[in-house]
């Protein structure tokens, strides 16, 4: 896959300090519930949600104060969901458009049954990963772009911890792409509504934790 990922240069004698990325997936909306595909559509927190979004900002307040920086996706579940971290550790949140969800065009808010069933998209995608529907993206350029984002944090914050506020699919993809060099590979990753997921970033990416949600417990 040309162009996915930036390998970092380590000069000789060098040593590289790594970036510790918390990946968080946005509280809940009411398209989860539905299942239904909101890819590009701005939805709002439900309820739930915005309790999800006031749980991690806790769990990071507690774990991880000395976190440095807060970058949301720009719609509104993400970045909604990163200013309930950003009130309780000091922090803006700064926009990122390129961990954006995944895009599908036409289809946005059909159901993922008629997504598999009635319009054939996941077959589409499993046989071409540059398949895009009308107005949509491809799983390889939504990868493209979410990988080369999470891997530009440890340019931007060498060393320090960063968060990021995201969505699953796109998530699933990024991952993909740094940690298997392959863009069907995201279907190892799934992401739970506000779920903690952290990796280290340096020479070559490592997973540290996937999907945790501890701090849901009770709800």
């Avoid at 000395?66 to 922090?91: E, G, H, V």
């Avoid at 289809?107 to 995608?125: A, P, R, Y």
């Avoid at 960063?162 to 969505?167: D, I, L, Y």
């Avoid at 796109?170 to 590979?185: I, S």
Wanted: proline residues 4%.
């Amino acid at each position: 896959m040309p162009g996915w990922y930036t390998r970092a240069v380590v000069t000789r004698g060098a040593v590289m300090s790594t970036t510790h990325l918390i990946l968080i997936r946005h509280g809940q909306i009411q398209a989860n519930l539905d299942k239904r595909w909101h890819g590009w559509t701005d939805s709002a927190l439900t309820d739930m949600g915005i309790t999800q979004a006031e749980r991690v900002a806790e769990r990071l307040h507690k774990e991880h104060p000395d976190i440095s920086a807060l970058y949301a996706s720009p719609l509104q579940r993400t970045f909604n969901t990163a200013q309930k971290i950003a009130d309780i550790l000091q922090l803006e949140v700064i926009t990122e458009p390129r961990i954006k969800e995944y895009g599908i065009g036409v289809w946005e808010g059909e159901t993922f049954s008629d997504l598999h069933s009635k319009f054939n998209f996941f077959q589409q995608v499993n046989a071409n990963p540059d398949y895009a529907p009308e107005q949509g993206e491809s799983i390889a350029a939504v990868g493209d772009r979410v990988s080369t984002a999470l891997q530009s944090f440890l340019s931007r914050h060498p060393g320090e911890k960063v968060v990021a506020v995201s969505h699953g699919a796109a998530m699933a993809l990024g991952l993909a792409g740094l940690l298997d060099k392959d863009w069907y590979a995201w279907n190892k990753y799934q992401f739970l509504n506000t779920s903690v997921t952290e990796l280290a970033l340096g020479l070559e990416p490592k997973l540290l934790r996937l999907n945790c949600v501890e701090h849901l417990a009770g709800l």
